[in-house]
């Protein structure tokens, strides 16, 4: 059995929840039905899930249901980019970009008036990777044409941005439902972030 699947029954005992809270939340797309893996044992049919997401989303949960209602988390970890704009001001009060890699932002993108949720992802990203010092500020500009020409593709549920670096030479590119992936030798990888996680970040200091 893989390493990296969870049982439902180990899943219930370790998180304490019920099996009708995690089949509630499934029904509200709190939780992926992608997610919800079917597979043959000794004992006939059993789910399986990916160990790592189930128990990050379900902690998640268990945080915020107290504050949030369930449409509320719902919209959260969905990867749809929604209405909502703020201006400058309101992105580095809200902690989703500094004034520096800000100004980066803006130096490197054509004027408009506010920020809709895919323009904060795309700063937000540069936030990450610039202050982490994984990338440099011309990676960076690379980082943000990816992103800009993959726009209908950070919309899905599983999409990540990975930055690798061999002899110095710097290329990005986007995973779209892509469980892994190999590089040749000698590659090393800069940085993956998984789009759909940094989407709940932002949402997450909305809200």
């Given amino acids: 059995m893989n390493e990296d699947l969870l049982s439902k029954k180990d899943l219930l005992e370790l998180t304490g929840i019920s099996y009708g809270q995690l089949y509630r939340w499934k029904r509200k797309d709190l939780i992926p039905e992608e997610w919800f893996i079917r597979k043959s044992t000794f004992t006939g049919q059993e789910t399986f899930f990916p ?3 189930i128990l990050e989303r379900i902690n ?3 945080e915020m249901k107290d504050n949030l209602s369930l449409d509320e988390l719902a919209d959260m970890f969905s990867p749809s980019i929604t209405d909502l704009t703020l201006d400058r001001d309101d992105l580095i009060k809200r902690n989703i970009v500094s004034q ?3 100004q980066f932002y803006l130096e490197n993108s054509r004027p408009f008036q506010h920020f809709d949720l895919s323009r904060m992802l795309e700063v937000y990203i540069l936030e990450k990777l610039l202050q982490s010092g994984d990338i ?6 690379m980082i943000l044409e990816i992103v800009r020409d993959s726009a209908t593709e950070t919309r899905q549920k599983k999409c990540e941005l990975v930055m690798i670096r061999k002899l110095g030479v710097s290329s990005c ?10 590089v040749e030798s000698g590659t090393k990888i800069v940085a993956q ?3 759909l996680h940094c ?3 932002i949402k997450a200091k909305l809200l």
């Fill in 51 to 53: 160990k790592e997401k």
């Fill in 60 to 62: 998640k949960i268990q």
């Fill in 100 to 102: 520096s890699v800000l």
């Fill in 136 to 141: 440099n500020l011309e990676e960076g500009k």
């Fill in 173 to 182: 590119f986007l995973l779209v439902n892509t469980e892994s992936f190999k």
């Fill in 193 to 195: 972030l998984s789009l």
């Fill in 199 to 201: 989407l709940e970040e």
